[in-house]
């Protein structure tokens, strides 16, 4: 599926789905990494829809941020869309959370963390 392809899934079909339907399985080869390129499209609507699933992807199952985390924090720095910067802050609240057992911090990425939180 071509990148227009994936915005163009992601623009119409979702809306039929249910919250928690979403998955993997039902993106047609949309990967996580593709979820966190679009959420930083110029066009508002898809950016946020790519965000939202991302985020209910990932807080399903969190052993799924593994692969994408440093892109997500990367991404958080690049991210000027409010509802985007939404979905990211709920990733950010379980990943600073005690909930949180399977990802370690680093200091560095924490303190850049607060501080681009509150730019």
């Known amino acids: 599926m071509t990148y227009n392809e994936k915005l163009a899934f992601l623009s119409v079909t979702l809306r039929s789905f249910q919250v928690t339907d979403f998955s993997l399985d039902i993106l047609q080869g949309i990967s996580l990494v593709d979820l966190l390129n679009i959420s930083l499209e110029k066009d508002k609507k898809i ?7 991302f985020e ?26 409010w509802s985007c910067l939404r979905s990211y802050t709920k990733i ?8 949180n057992k399977e990802y370690t911090l680093q200091n560095e990425i924490e303190e850049e963390i607060i501080e681009h939180s509150f730019q």
Not at 92 to 99: A, E, G, M, V
């Open 47 to 53: 950016a946020f829809r790519a965000a939202w699933v």
């Open 92 to 99: 950010l609240l379980f990943l600073t959370s005690k909930k």
């Open 56 to 81: 209910t992807i990932v807080l399903k199952n969190t052993t799924l941020l593994k692969s994408v985390l440093p892109q997500f924090l990367d991404n958080l720095k690049k991210q000027k869309n």
